[in-house]
């Protein structure tokens, strides 16, 4: 009775959401979207006044910003404000893991015991996956990836170690600490650009020219405080997810 | 540009396909292990779609970590957990 | 064709949500709900002609058509925020476990869900 | 010239040290209340634009008078709250803080995304708090309603900016009032869905018995009171200022909020847990104000929203208060309580009073103007349905207050006079919060404009339905 009701106004639910969306007049059909008619056309401008300018990589110095990489530019020059709220809200629910699993000892025990060649192994790579990660999250404004999925490698390094040795540990208290100081650091970028310009998050620092290291002005230290973050975040998570009766 | 189409389509299609399969299986091992082949496919549509960075950041995180913490969340309730 | 998937995903993970009693399973199916919805924001942005919102040595200037690089920033928030709340659900997925002795909705008795 | 934004960096900063310095979280919590508290005094009206670019390409924060009113409200009431309960806090005060500065987020800011970001961050923070009552269901409940709910509205976000191309409120608001409103049904439709799980509004509201009824003397007033009237400022703002509803839409939706009111007052009518009574209430009157909003009568709706906070912030933490110190929120057992609490009896008398809208208090102001306001706005039947709701809400509260204030079935005030094996105490810092928050609804009530000329530039949301703050977005374009 329950499916069949369920059903029923999922059916319902989709001839709304299916005739609601395609009658509605300027929804581009799939592959047709018109970028030049929506505020991204300025993010790839890389100048929010609309003055055509030509941006040309390795050339133009000096712009809006100066990330190579435009998904980039928006989430930690144009959107940051966004960027903060998203590492805040993995803060918080680290913070509500942590709480609900205050009370749990010790740590969970697979039924495989690791063999020799995987424990050597993962001591082998766990190292290069943690100068991949730093890699990525150094290089977020020239190619795709950035904080997150950089800060996410160092977690997935760590988890690796986890399964590969059944008495690993982390110093918890360490990581919490590097989130504390990493989360208190972004804000207070943002309240130095508060100081220097009058709005906080502002791009404080030079753009220099697109496409070299050191070229987007505030992105990168940005990047490396949110991958340092998501790092110790995630192993928190992770930690407290291992935490458990010995059985 | 016809073979991207088609495996667009397929890409697509799996998608409903396993969905369906993971909300419906029996065996909740089975049903995340369905979900992390979705977030694969999911990865897969966003690189054809043009988006490298969402593409990186769901498989690092979407079908890596998550499935992780799902796996060690049934693990630590295993011997209930598996019956459903 | 993959935007009609996102959709198609989204109802699925609605309809996982009303029908089942399983935790894990609800959480399943609210993670395939998200993915859904990921996959119609990047659709919404997408141009067949259009190349990656990257300027590299080869794609080098402003000139050339971009697929919209919004909703891909979009995307990438909502993705953390879709780990940090299956987080959040699993942890108390476990401590009703340890409450309860089940993963059963139903047969803890609270109201259901939907 | 205090930047805004403040009141959300500043929270979050000390949410992040006081990971690092553990042992004086608290004190930074008390510290970040106090620091808000102060900041809202000082604030100028305007635009505040983060990170440099104008909008709607950079996010903005939005500083009119309805948003002023809900940051005085928010940052007011969470000081005096967290100062009343310090002792409950467990290890909740670097929630807390996230939560301040997610609540002003909410209220605050002039984006679209942004507000589902805020919406996020604020909804994770009460899915935490209400694990505090160890009840795991109810708050798994609660996160996967929430979760869903805010998904739909991102959902419905997504399908305005595919097809307006900005997700800035200004912007968005002057493009759709340009199109046929049978357009915009479904995305406002999603996001409405998506904000009336957190408004409470009828049939998205299962997350709110289990949640609340367990709710201890912190938990229970920032869910009812702050928490509760972040999420219908934001209500307000996105559906009196920004999205348009077709005449049609706007009526269903009317009638939902009515329903709503309705059957809030019914149930609360038929329990006899003073929580219990005090949350269908809570449901009530969140029916009501988004009622109100969806009339387009922002002002009184902003007046009743005040009212309900203040009064729902004294109920529940006296309400919270006897559940934490006796073991049991239930009336027969707690006959005659009051007799031997009087000043916090007076003020939960105050505050019943004052939510059902007797002259004297605050709440009187606000239920004549609401009605005199949806009068003339040629809407005949909702006044009837809003009065025949305080005829009930009158009822039960009333029974209530004889219930508490007069002595158990042997006619003796003793310790054994009511039936819990526990003594009611009532410390004294939550004394003093009750006496601040109840002088508050008498000084509204007594002399109206005071607190009328505080809270908003009086009248002029009145006749603004549309936002104030639209600047020239086509400069530059």
Known sequence: MKRIFALVLVAVVGILLFSGIY?????????????????????????????NQEVVFGVSENLETGSANIVTSIIVNYRSFD????????????????????????????????????????????????????????????????????????????????????????????????????????????????????????????????????????????????????????????????????? | MNSLMVLEIMVALLLILLSLLAIFSKKLITAIIYLSIVSMLAVLSFALMKAPDVAITEAVIGSGLVTAVFLFTLFSMRKEGEKE | MIQYAGIMLILIGIYGLLTQSNIIKIIVS???????????????????????????????????????????????????????????GLAFARSIYRQHGTLNLDEIGGPSNG | ???????????????????????????????????????????????????????????????????????????????????????????????????????????????????????EITAITAYILSSASKEYRYAFNYLVLGTLGSGLYLFGLIVLYAVFGTLNMADLSVKMAAVDASQLVLPSLLIFIGLAVEVKILPFNGWVKGVYSGTNSLVGPLFASVYAAGMLFVFGRIFAQVIPLGTYLRTSLVVLGAL????????????????????????????????????????VAVMQLVNNALSKAILFTVAGQMADSTGTDEGEELQGAFLEHKIAGVGFTIAALSLIGLPLFYGFISKMNL????????????????????VIEGTYMVRLLVKLWTPGDEGI?????????????????????????????????????????????????????????????????
């Not at chain 1, 009658?23 to 059909?29: D, H, L, T, V």
């Open chain 4, 260 to 299: 709503t009111l309705l059957a809030g007052e019914v149930a609360a009518l038929s329990k006899t847990r003073i929580r219990e009574i005090l949350l269908y209430s809570s449901i009530g009157q969140s029916g009501l104000i988004a009622a109100l909003f969806l009339s387009g009568l922002v002002f």
């Open chain 4, 1 to 119: 010239m205090v930047n805004p934004v403040l009141l959300i960096a500043l929270p979050l900063l000390l949410a992040f040290v006081s990971i690092v310095f553990k042992a004086y979280k608290n004190n930074l919590l008390v510290f970040g209340t106090l620091l808000n508290a102060g900041l809202v005094l000082t604030l100028n009206k305007g635009q505040y634009i983060i990170g440099g670019f104008q909008p709607p390409f950079g996010i903005n924060l939005v500083l009119d008078d309805f948003a002023l009113t809900g940051i005085l409200i928010i940052n007011g009431l969470f000081l005096v709250i967290t100062l009343m309960s310090l002792e409950k806090l467990e290890g909740f005060a670097s929630v807390l803080l996230v939560a301040l500065a997610g609540l002003n987020g909410l209220v605050l800011t002039g984006d679209l995304f942004n507000l589902f970001v805020f919406l």
């Open chain 3, 30 to 88: 609210l993670n395939i709900f998200e993915l859904g919805l990921n996959v119609f924001i990047i659709s919404v942005g997408f141009v067949r002609e259009g190349i990656a919102p990257i300027l590299t040595s080869v794609n080098n200037h402003n000139g050339l058509v971009f697929v919209d690089p919004l909703p891909q920033a979009l995307v990438l928030t909502a993705i953390v925020i879709g780990l940090g709340t299956t987080a959040l």
């Open chain 4, 413 to 477: 005030v003793s310790e054994k006079a009511f039936a819990t094996e526990r003594p009611l105490t009532i410390q004294s810092s939550k004394v003093m919060g009750i006496v601040v928050l109840s002088v508050v609804l008498l000084i509204g009530g007594l002399l109206p404009a005071v607190i009328q000329d505080n809270l908003t530039d009086s009248g002029s949301l009145l006749d603004e339905v549309t936002p104030a703050y639209l600047f020239d977005l086509k400069g530059g374009q």
């Open chain 1, 23 to 51: 009658s509605m007049e300027g929804f581009p059909r799939y592959g047709e979207a018109e970028v030049s008619e929506r505020v991204s056309m300025s993010y790839i401008d890389k100048n929010v006044t609309r003055e």
């Open chain 1, 83 to 247: 960027t903060l709220g998203e590492v805040t809200v993995l803060f918080v629910s680290a913070l509500g893991v942590s709480l609900l699993f205050g009370s749990f000892e010790g740590r969970l025990r697979s039924r495989y015991k690791p063999n020799f060649i995987l424990r050597t192994g993962s001591k082998v790579v766990f190292p290069l996956i943690l100068v991949m990660g730093a890699y990525i999250f150094i290089h977020g404004h020239l190619s795709p990836g950035g904080g997150f999925p950089g800060g996410s490698m160092i977690a997935s390094a760590i988890l690796l170690m986890y399964l590969a040795d059944e008495d690993f540990r982390v110093r918890i208290d360490d990581f919490k600490k590097t989130e504390g100081i990493a989360g208190a650091m972004y804000v207070l970028l943002g309240l130095v650009g508060l100081m220097i310009s009058n709005y906080f998050l502002s791009n404080f620092l030079d753009t220099g020219t697109v496409g070299t290291l050191f070229s987007a002005g505030i992105i990168p230290v940005v990047y490396v405080l949110v991958g340092l973050k998501v790092g110790s975040e995630l192993t928190g998570i992770i930690t407290d997810f291992l935490k458990g009766e010995v059985e």
């Open chain 4, 371 to 390: 009605l005199f306001g949806i009068f003339y706005s040629d809407n005949y039947w909702l006044p009837v349905v809003i009065l025949l709701g305080t």
